[in-house]
C-alpha cells in the first residue's frame, strides 16, 4: 500500500516571485534545480561506488531517479 506523500507547506512568498517570471525563466529554474539534484545523486553514489566508470555510475543515477517504488518524506 502506497503512503501518503507529506509536504513542506507551500511558500507563498516564493510561488508570488515564481509568478512574476516569464515562462522561461520559470522552465529554467526547474531545470536547474533538477541538474543539481542529480548532481547530489551522482556524487553520493560516486563515494557508495568509487570504482564505477562514469558510464556505470550513470546507469545508476538513471535506476534510481526512475524507480517504480517511490519512497516518500517523512515529518
Do not use: N, W
Amino acid at each position: 500500500m502506497l503512503e501518503e506523500a507529506k509536504f513542506d507547506p507551500i511558500d507563498l512568498i516564493q510561488m508570488r516571485l515564481l509568478l512574476q517570471l516569464p515562462p522561461h525563466k520559470r522552465v529554467r529554474l526547474m531545470l536547474d534545480a533538477r541538474e543539481l539534484a542529480v548532481g547530489l545523486i551522482r556524487g553520493r553514489l560516486r563515494q557508495r561506488y568509487p570504482d564505477l566508470s562514469s558510464s556505470e555510475l550513470g546507469l545508476k543515477v538513471l535506476e534510481e531517479t526512475s524507480r517504480d517504488e517511490r519512497t516518500f518524506p517523512r515529518p
